[in-house]
């Protein structure tokens, strides 16, 4: 649950609520009782390059499929006709 603390709380304790946050806390910011923002841990960004022996070990444990056959499933269920 958000803890809920004021915009000069915020800016009164700044290292110890960013401390916080770092800890997975999250916090709603107010103005003048209002919430205006949640302040909360950033979650970690989408890897963009995964290694050739990460690829190899999951195309080694990957389903295996035989193009003849899902190819005759494609041909069965979809009109190939113009």
């Known amino acids: 649950m958000a ?3 004021a915009q000069r709380e915020l800016r009164n ?4 609520v960013i401390d ?3 800890a997975g806390e999250t ?3 107010t103005r003048n009782g209002e ?6 841990p950033a979650r970690a960004g989408r890897r963009v390059f995964i290694s050739r022996d ?3 070990a999951l195309a080694a444990t ?3 499929i035989d193009r003849h056959r ?13």
């Not at 304790?13 to 110890?16: F, G, L, P, S, V």
């Not at 919430?35 to 909360?40: C, I, K, M, Y």
């Not at 899902?70 to 113009?82: H, N, S, T, Y």
Request: aromatic fraction near 6%; charged fraction near 30%.
């Open 3 to 5: 803890k809920t603390i």
């Open 13 to 16: 304790e700044n290292a110890k």
């Open 20 to 22: 916080a946050v770092a």
């Open 27 to 29: 916090f709603v910011i």
């Open 35 to 40: 919430p205006v923002a949640e302040l909360r």
């Open 54 to 56: 990460e690829v190899a």
């Open 62 to 64: 990957s389903v295996r």
């Open 70 to 82: 899902f190819r005759a499933d494609l041909d069965q269920v979809i009109d190939q006709g113009l």
